[in-house]
């Protein structure tokens, strides 16, 4: 059992496990009122978390070889996902109940339809995937209204874009092959667009002048703001 300083186990609803050696999560079973649960390191096992009947929020990272299948259709609602391979099966977690996904720093992943696995999602944070070259198809995403992008240079397939329901966007580092004039007539066409930070789209002003400049052009640039920070991005 974990030293919680006097707090019994059933009175603990947040908690936070970092395994520095292979570990087993069977002392999980002594605190079934968790409810938001961060996972880290060496864990060799997640069946454990089948006894945990209140989890709604998982983070977990820096895993290898871990099997998530016998989480298959856990009633999760936000989940986060770090430093790890696409090559583990942690998409097992994903299922209708999952409303929000933050997915970063996951190798080897140019192809993102896995995220398609959770077609509930409402707010989307994808960061750092250095290797991702295409988005989901938000038509399987119909749900989604917030998506917040940062560090995936390498996408050049952001035409999805148009046929999303999204109504909040923030782009950070991202799509380095794309213009200004093509990202501009993307936004142009979203139906549902409502607020877009895009003026971190570069080191520079480069793209972001061209993208702002045409959409003046369009009548469309007040879809431009500059104050989706994650802070107002969480809160929409």
Known sequence: MLDMNGLTPSNVTNLFVVADI?????????????????????????????????????????????????????????????SCSIDENFSELFSESVEYMHLYNIKKAKDLSFIEKAPMIKKLYLESISAAETLPDFKNLKKLYALKLYELHKLNDMEKLADSSIEYLDFALVADKLSGTQLANILSRMKSLKQADMHLLDRNDKRYLVLKSRLTKE??????????????WMEI
Do not use: C, M, Q
């Not at 009947?53 to 016998?70: H, Q």
């Open 219 to 232: 009548g469309r640039v007040d879809l431009l703001k500059e104050n989706l920070d994650y802070e107002a």
């Open 22 to 82: 292979k570990s087993d999560l069977h002392l999980l079973t002594e605190y079934p009122n968790v409810e938001t649960l961060l996972l880290s390191g060496k864990i060799t096992e997640v069946d454990s978390l089948l006894r945990l009947k209140k989890l709604t929020d998982l983070n977990i990272g820096a895993f290898t070889g871990v099997d998530f299948s016998p989480l298959k259709g856990l009633p999760l609602k936000k989940i986060k996902i770090t």
